[in-house]
């Protein structure tokens, strides 16, 4: 027997190479149900949360306790400027129950509207705002300014009467080239003087309701300014603000964006504690404090005044031309930042949570007979997905270009400020006047003005800020800083007319499917999943391995 | 496949050099063939659960040879297939059982005593073994991984070449689970073994 020697050797073999079986491929889904096993699992009580910061934010694993439980995956930016990427993955986990918006959908018919009408037109109040501080910077220059005087205006130094007639200039080229309106005196109040422009349409506001506009002025905004912002500059002597209703603004309005510039307030001259002994109005200054109004039934955003006429042979020969240099730079600016708005016949942007926006003046407009068909909200927000297949979840701080913050630390969305500064101010436990006027009286701006007051990163309230919006009044059990003590959305929302869903746009992390994130600086992505009963899910950001950004934070939100 | 295909060709070679040998009345060779049944303990990490598997006894099946070197010293070789039920498989969508599968081989010693006509034996060895996960319909299975066992149990005459052979192995080994983007596990797969032998003796 040749062979029997080879007999032990054959044992052996056998032995030992028959446990050298193939390793099949195995899909992500059963491999995240196996890691499942592995680590220990959060089990959170409804409404509470976690914050994942650093390596932390690599994987999370979540019971769903004896009755299974629903959660809320944020990623968020804390960032001031740029974008990140992210991938997020959740192994074992399913679809949410309910719907995802947490039932902030579908608003009564009927009511006011939320997010249909036009848009209030932010980058022309940027552009201002920047002109405006470029010109001031000009005019404080040796040589650069122009002596010259005007007519003694009726504004100045005295309380005018009502009926009384003067001249205001509307131009937006900061009073070097005065395009004169008349306008008459219709109400005068404690703290308002109230004026419309003569070249108004007819139909518009009578005196009863300017002195009405006054009074509200007077009971509501004048107090609350002061308390919070100081007393207002008074360079006119008649302790009072010009309220100017006027045609001019409504003119503003360049149909082609199909936002609306809802009114104008323009510092037209160096801080009178800066102004050189030597120094002399502009030759178009109306050297009052004046806010330019839209004036009703003047088209420019209005729904019985159409749109404005794009013809010139038609313009009223009184009415200047839309400041074209203004729309030219906000068209420059647009290409500059590879918008969607660069030219004529762009579609609008959907700006990013009306909520805001929608209490403040989203009334203003149904979509008028003969213009374009409005796209519907969902039609409008796939425009701006970054590719057919990667959503853009971000909504919550304002639009998905620019984010919270735009290069230069300015918060990008006033919206976003106004919700911003009321969660902060409540979430401060500290008295909120000092805090806003702090920020008002400040030479800084933006995220640094923030941060100065606040004495901590702002970017963390904001992180908190983002859920809040979704999880307060939804959720039982929340921690403080995940409500918000001023608002209840949820009572308010419903009331709307607003689109099929509400401006947050909540999707579903889908069991063992990747979805990829793109946060621009200061936005948050929502993401909701269930976890079964008794079972364990795993969440893992960029599963490739891939570094997560170092300004990454999610919040994640037990929310059922 | 690759398992089944070595056991048989083992098999088959076995056969083949035996019983020619047995026919033509040469001499015997040493060789005896082995069946086991019995049910796997598992211990220590293997066993433990939130976190871990939680893995619980199971039965298990195994089939090798043993080619005697000398009365006392012999080389032992085979295949096993064991499932734990898993306590925490469930609670991650899994189905409730792991599998434990590999080959083993070493080295044998009958020290030749007698204890009421039962003769003892011992094993020491290496294992070769996966472990398999599955759920949905797919598998998840570690690599092959080189462990140890330790055995011992005694032989019961039954009749002619039949043997009983009760015992017990402990075996242990790293299983390294790949877990792609959920990163990697290595678990301490240990276990002890009771069981019934079945032999044939050539």
């Given at each position: 027997m040749r062979l029997r020697p080879l007999l032990p050797l054959l044992v052996l073999t056998v032995g030992l190479t028959a446990g050298c079986r193939d390793v099949p491929p195995t899909s992500p889904r059963l491999q995240a149900r196996v890691a499942g096993l592995f680590e220990e699992a959060a089990l959170l009580p409804?409404?509470?949360?976690?914050?994942?910061?650093?390596a932390n934010a690599q994987a999370v694993f979540l019971d769903g306790g004896p009755e299974g439980a629903e959660f809320l995956y944020l990623p968020f930016s804390a960032a001031t400027a740029g974008s990140i990427s992210l991938t997020v993955l959740g192994g074992n986990v399913l679809p949410p129950a309910a719907p995802a918006s947490l039932g902030l959908g579908a608003g009564a018919a009927g009511g006011p509207a939320l997010s249909a009408g036009p848009l209030p037109d932010e980058d022309f109040h940027r552009a201002l705002r920047e002109r405006e501080r470029r010109e001031l910077a000009r005019l404080r220059t040796p040589g650069e300014r122009p002596a010259a005087t005007r007519e003694r205006s009726v504004l100045a130094q005295r309380v005018?009467?009502?009926?009384?007639?003067?001249?205001?200039n509307t131009s937006l080229d900061f009073c070097l080239d005065p395009v004169w309106r008349d306008a008459r005196v219709a109400a005068v109040t404690e703290r308002a003087i109230v004026l419309h422009d003569l070249a108004n349409p007819p139909g518009g506001f009578t005196d009863a309701q300017y002195q009405a506009i006054g009074a509200t002025f007077d009971a509501l905004l004048y107090p609350v300014s002061v308390r919070n912002f100081g007393e207002p500059t008074d360079i006119d002597g008649n302790q009072r603000v010009v309220i100017f209703y006027t045609r001019a603004v409504n003119e503003l309005t360049l149909d082609e964006l199909r936002l609306v510039r809802g009114g104008v307030l323009l510092r037209a001259r160096p801080d009178p504690a800066r102004r050189g002994a030597g120094d002399r109005p502009l030759p178009g200054s109306n050297e009052a404090e004046i806010f330019y109004m839209l004036a009703p039934g003047a088209g420019g955003g209005f729904p019985d005044g159409g749109p404005p006429d794009p013809d010139p042979r038609h313009r009223d020969p009184r009415v200047p031309a839309p400041d074209q240099r203004l729309a030219a730079d906000l068209r420059e600016r647009r290409r500059d930042a590879g918008g969607g708005l660069a030219g004529r016949g762009a579609q609008p942007r959907r700006r990013g949570a009306g909520l805001l926006r929608g209490l403040g003046a989203g009334a203003a407009a149904e979509p008028r007979p003969g213009r374009p068909p409005r796209l519907a909200a969902g039609a409008r927000r796939r425009q701006h997905l970054p590719g057919p297949e990667r959503p853009a979840l971000h909504r919550l701080p304002g639009d998905r270009d620019r984010g919270l913050?735009?290069?230069?630390?300015r918060p990008g969305d006033p919206r976003l400020r106004v919700g911003l500064l009321r969660y902060v101010a409540d979430q401060r436990g500290a008295p909120e006047t000092p805090f806003f006027f702090q920020l008002v009286n400040s030479r800084t701006s933006g995220i640094q003005n923030l941060s100065r007051v606040l004495e901590r990163d702002p970017l963390d309230l904001m992180r908190t800020w983002s859920a809040a919006v979704l999880t307060d009044d939804a959720v039982p059990g929340l921690p403080p800083l995940l409500t918000q003590p001023s608002w209840n959305f949820r009572s308010v929302v419903p009331a709307l007319r607003t689109a099929s869903d509400f401006p947050l746009q909540v999707e579903p992390l889908q069991p063992e499917t990747e979805r990829q994130v793109t946060l621009t600086a200061g936005s948050a992505a929502y993401l909701r999943f269930r976890v079964g009963a008794n079972q364990r899910a795993?969440?893992?950001?960029?599963?490739?391995?891939?570094p997560l950004a170092p300004t990454l934070r999610v919040e994640l939100v037990r929310v059922r | 496949m690759r398992p089944l295909l070595a056991s048989a060709v083992a098999v088959l070679l076995l056969l083949g050099l035996t019983a020619p040998a047995s026919a033509q009345g040469l001499p015997r060779i040493p060789l005896q063939l082995e069946l086991r049944v019995g049910a796997s303990v598992p211990t220590g990490e293997f066993a433990e659960r939130d976190p871990g598997i939680g893995a619980r006894t199971g039965p298990r099946l195994e089939a090798g040879g043993v080619f005697r070197?000398?009365?006392?010293l012999g080389i032992f070789g085979?295949?096993?297939r064991g499932?734990?039920?898993?306590?925490?498989?469930?609670?991650?969508?899994?189905?409730?059982?792991?599998?434990?599968?590999?080959?083993?081989?070493?080295?044998?010693?009958?020290p030749g005593l007698r204890l009421g006509g039962l003769a003892p034996w011992l094993r020491v060895g290496a294992v070769v073994q996966q472990l398999t996960f599955t759920g949905e319909g797919e598998r998840l299975v570690s690599p092959a991984a080189l462990g140890y066992q330790l055995g011992g149990g005694v032989v019961v005459p039954v009749r002619g070449p039949i043997r009983l052979r009760p015992g017990a192995h402990y075996r242990s080994y790293p299983a390294e689970l790949d877990l792609g983007a959920f990163g990697g596990r290595t678990v301490d797969v240990a276990h002890l073994t009771l069981d019934l032998g079945i032999s044939v003796h050539f």
């Open positions: 409804v409404g509470a949360s976690l914050t994942l910061t650093g005018p009467a009502v009926g009384e007639r003067t001249r205001i913050a735009d290069g230069a630390g795993i969440i893992v950001a960029n599963p490739d391995g891939a | 070197l000398t009365p006392l085979g295949v096993s499932e734990f039920a898993c306590s925490a498989c469930t609670g991650v969508g899994l189905d409730d059982r792991v599998v434990d599968t590999g080959g083993n081989a070493g080295l044998e010693a009958s």
